[in-house]
């Protein structure tokens, strides 16, 4: 019922960004082989579908976000200093399912990241 409130009030003043891809999470970095690793990712969705925040402690540079065929997605620009890291990630249920290209280091991984808990 709250739930259900909240989203007509959302309707009724115009406000577009979704609460459920925003906010902090708890990125899933690990490899079989490495054990447990994580990074945090911070996302804010602008109303103007500009994505800002943080992820793997590096400011978001450039990000767009966009709910469309049913899903809401967010693709953005960080840097370790030494060259780009592309990212994109929908929120799939509970969960944030996302993937980053690293053209100067050679890879594309794959992640899964949970809420972060308060």
Known sequence: MLIAALALLAAATGA???TGL???????????????????MVLRLGDDGVVTG??????IQAGRWKTDRGRTCASFRTTDGAGPYHTSVCLNGAQAVGQTWAE???FLFNWNADRKLP
């Open 16 to 18: 577009s960004a979704p």
């Open 54 to 59: 943080t992820f793997y402690n590096s400011e």
């Open 22 to 40: 925003a906010g902090e999470w708890v990125v899933d970095l690990s490899t079989k082989s490495s054990g447990p690793y994580s990074q945090p």
């Open 104 to 106: 100067h280091r050679n």
